[in-house]
């Protein structure tokens, strides 16, 4: 279990020092509607912002960096205002909004149902696995980035630079580009509809073994192809997925 637990319906110990020790309610209810108003949106990009928007004036014009050591798992709704790093792995299966930069040592991952994740800033992460709603204002960095789309609601601005981005419907890029070593449309490289000449061998220079499996719903072949649960349950066990990690 996390080493330094999140404490997210709560104003900034930095907010309630600066007030001489008082909590604020006030700002915590404001937060609280925030949060609300994230879980249930599904009015893309521009009404993120303004939630991001609403949640810097409900935290006052300043903004705090606070570091979380070890892995967190988030179960209920955060808002920071400022920078966050987290040490360890993150996984978001609620609601985060960081109005500043999201720093994350090892994999930012969230659910289908219900995740929002907002940042202000930019979003650094060792690999990020993604089913819900990502939205960064800034760039996102990270050696694996596994997404939906990297359309509007993903990534409104700035660029995706990964070593491999793996998304299931490529579609409308919006203001985002992404700068990739290797990019593929997953579900159709899984069922065995991708055929770039070099890309097995791209993939097998890159990545360990023991990241590819077969897929019983391709075509009747046999060919072992990069599978993503196997790569992100090695990376969240810690162990090596590219042949650079072991050598």
Known sequence: MAADPVDPMK???????????????TATQGVGQILTDLNHHDGGPDAFWRLLERGTKVRGDY??????????????????????????HLYVPTAIVVTGSLTVGGCLSDREDGSRIVVGGN???RAVFSAGDLLVRGDL???????VCLDPRTTATG????????????????????????HLDYDTYRLGWDDREGLREQLRALLVDEVFTKDDDSDGDDELRLDRYELFDRLLAGKPVFHDDVR
């Open 11 to 25: 104003s900034d110990p930095d907010r309630r020092g600066a007030e001489g020790g008082r909590d604020l309610p």
């Open 63 to 88: 903004g705090s960096a606070r570091t979380l050591t070890g892995d967190q798992e988030l179960w209920e709704p955060l808002l920071h205002h400022g920078d966050l790093v987290v040490t360890g």
């Open 123 to 125: 979003l650094t992460a």
């Open 141 to 147: 960095g990270a050696d694996i980035v596994s997404c």
């Open 159 to 182: 660029t995706v630079r990964a070593r491999l981005v793996l998304e299931e419907d490529p579609g409308d890029r919006g203001a985002a580009t992404v700068d990739a070593g290797i």
